[in-house]
């Protein structure tokens, strides 16, 4: 058995635990980041390859709750976590959402005036850019769909960083790029391949953690520790420490529906990337988009069971993957397994997501096939391609249960934080109730969804937590 | 294909449906001069016995149990028959529509062709395969 000790230890590298790293050690703390995953370099595998699953995402991407319909989450584990394999797009939440989380956990000290100085420094700090010219085919055909509808689509800025007008590649600001490097510059140190079993604690103090590191027990003393393993690994460590009290009892997300859609002409051109071009006109529920459309991913998402699915593939360029992101209304649960030490995620897809999910599908189609699409796939397991508005309505009325694949990348509220200790794992400012040196500081704490991508939610509200942590 | 040495019979019917799953993939009933069969077989194993423990213990009881049950619709077990037999038994499959069977034959159909299709890419070998492409 090894033994190390800190000041600050914080357990996860992601946004949440990146930003408590990097602030703490620039106080002059004494900080250990402990990553349950390994440390590789942003391109040490192309971005949503086969080898970039490999390496970087939990259990290689095979993640699911359970419920009538599974939805496939997606975790990063590595340094950095899931800013290394999400699409980077940054965005702020709208006043109401804030206010509205708020009022819900009766947050103190919270709310978009006193939230937006810490968005305004994360844009500053850790990249955020558009794309500097044009955004690619894809964004130029959702615009079109979406003009002739009179709806509205936005750019969405990302973690990235662009090398002047025609670099349409760029490089992705994730945590290992921005807030890791800066954290171990002002002397936090990092141990990767280190994975947290428990909390150890004592009459409402935290002592340390029970770690394990290639096979052999690791014991962490720790003065103050922050639990930033992301919505699923966070209530996972606090229920097997015995921390129960609203922890793992509320968990949301985003479910997901993706379709493949034809056009007579050329629109997909991998080159650009994730096309960063939204609908908004329906936030805060439902968000229409495009998706990452290479060869691979159209062969996941076009069906197994095409007959023609390599000329289908042949002609890729003429076909994109398109999605529906809905908030989600179902509320999960989050237990550690014992003996195995894994979670078991349950979360059920309401017949209200269906519901939003279905207007979302509709209104994608009403759009794509606006935009001249002549096929799209059907999100129905088995079923044949949709090739006019009125076939993809019809199944937009009642989408069935358990016969779509609904995945996710966006887990959040599985510790909620606010004054009101009935329905909050943590105080306003990520205290576990009951502790005076136990944090979490990641997208557990949401009270309810983002109704946005949360990467920058997850680092403003970390960086608005630790300030507080180091001025009080 | 160089398989887990505890689990020989699990590594021959894992590479059995992943060779199923690509010639689905290609609409064909044979792989003659198809590159990197073996990788995704390979790929596919390794993903099954790294998912989590409980998930990982129901899907490889469901593929052993598949491969057992063609002895009786088929007259052997799924790896030892050929290729368009083994495309018929699969198919049938994706046809029960419940939970159980949908998630093994997305891990084989979904996850087997975008392993096979990345391999493909990641080896600039989608011409090999595709013809040219666009």
Redesign the interface.
């Known amino acids: 058995m090894s033994r190390v000790s800190a000041d600050v230890v914080v357990v996860g590298s992601g946004p949440g635990g990146a930003m408590t790293a990097a602030l703490c050690a620039e106080a002059g703390r004494d900080v250990l980041v402990v990553e349950e995953g390994e440390n590789f370099r942003i391109d040490s595998a192309p971005s949503f390859s086969l080898a970039e699953m490999d390496q970087k995402y939990r259990n290689g991407g095979l993640n699911v709750t359970f419920g009538q319909t599974n939805i496939t989450y997606l975790e990063g584990r590595c340094v950095g976590g899931g800013s290394e394999i999400n699409a980077g797009l940054y965005h702020r939440p709208l006043a109401s959402t804030l206010e509205q989380w708020r009022d819900t956990t009766n947050i103190r000290d919270f709310g978009p005036a006193s939230m937006w100085p810490h968005f305004e420094a994360v844009e500053r700090e850790c990249g955020v850019a558009t794309f500097p010219g044009d955004n690619g085919p894809a964004c130029a055909l959702l615009r079109r769909g979406a003009g002739s509808l009179g709806w509205s689509t936005r750019e969405i800025a990302r973690f990235w960083r662009y090398e002047g007008q025609h670099d349409v590649v760029g490089r992705r600001q994730s945590m290992s790029e921005t807030l890791v490097p800066r954290a171990l510059r002002a002397g936090a140190r990092l141990s990767a391949n280190t994975r947290v079993l428990a909390v150890r604690h004592r009459g409402g103090r935290a002592t340390g953690l029970v770690a394990q590191r290639e096979g052999r027990r690791l014991d962490i003393e720790a003065k103050q520790v922050f639990l930033c393993a992301g919505a699923v690994q966070t209530p996972r460590v606090l229920r097997r420490s015995g921390v129960l009290h609203n922890v793992g009892d509320s968990l949301r997300l985003h479910p997901m529906i993706r379709v493949t859609a034809r056009f007579p002409e050329s629109m997909n051109d991998p080159v650009y990337g994730v096309p960063t071009e939204q609908v908004d006109q329906f936030k805060p529920e439902l968000t229409l988009g495009c998706s990452y459309s290479s060869i691979p991913h159209l062969a996941l998402w076009m069906g197994s069971d095409l007959p023609d699915k390599r000329d289908r593939l042949r002609d890729y360029r003429r076909t994109g993957i398109f999605y529906v992101a809905a908030v989600g209304t179902g509320v999960g649960t989050i237990r550690d397994l014992p003996v195995l030490g894994e979670p078991l995620v349950r979360l059920p897809l309401t017949r209200d997501d269906l519901t939003r999910l279905g207007e979302g599908l509709d209104k994608l189609g009403q759009l794509l096939f606006s935009a001249g699409a002549v096929e799209i796939s059907n999100p129905v397991a088995g079923q044949p391609a949709l090739r006019d508005r009125q076939a993809l309505s019809n199944l937009c009325r009642a989408l069935p249960q358990g016969r779509m694949a609904v995945s996710t990348i966006h887990l959040f509220s599985s510790c909620p934080m606010g004054d009101d200790d009935r329905v909050t794992a943590t105080d306003s400012h990520g205290r576990v109730h009951g502790f005076s040196n136990l944090y979490v500081n990641d997208a557990s704490l949401f009270p309810m969804s983002p109704a946005v991508n949360p990467q920058g939610t997850v680092l403003a509200l970390a960086r608005r937590n630790v300030l507080r942590f180091l001025g009080g | 294909m160089p398989t887990n040495p505890a689990r020989p019979h699990l590594g021959r019917v894992v590479r059995a449906i992943v060779e199923t799953?690509i010639a689905?993939?290609?609409?064909r009933d044979d792989l003659e001069g198809v590159p990197f069969v073996d990788e995704t077989a390979e790929?596919m194993l390794?993903?099954l016995l790294?998912?989590?423990?409980?998930?990982a213990g129901g899907l490889i009881a469901m593929t052993l149990a598949f491969d057992a049950s063609t002895r009786v619709s088929d007259g052997a077990v799924f790896h030892h028959l050929p290729l368009p037999r083994r495309r018929r038994a699969l198919?049938r499959v994706?046809?029960l529509?419940?939970?159980v069977a949908?998630?093994f034959?997305?891990?084989y159909?979904?996850?087997g062709?975008?392993?096979?299709?990345?391999?493909?890419?990641?080896n600039h070998a989608?011409d090999a395969?595709?013809?040219?492409?666009?």
């Open positions: 799953a689905d993939e290609l609409g790929v390794r993903r790294g998912m989590q423990r409980y998930l198919a994706r046809g529509q419940f939970g949908n998630s034959a997305d891990f159909g979904k996850l062709g975008f392993t096979f299709w990345s391999h493909l890419e990641e989608l395969v595709l013809g040219r492409t666009e």
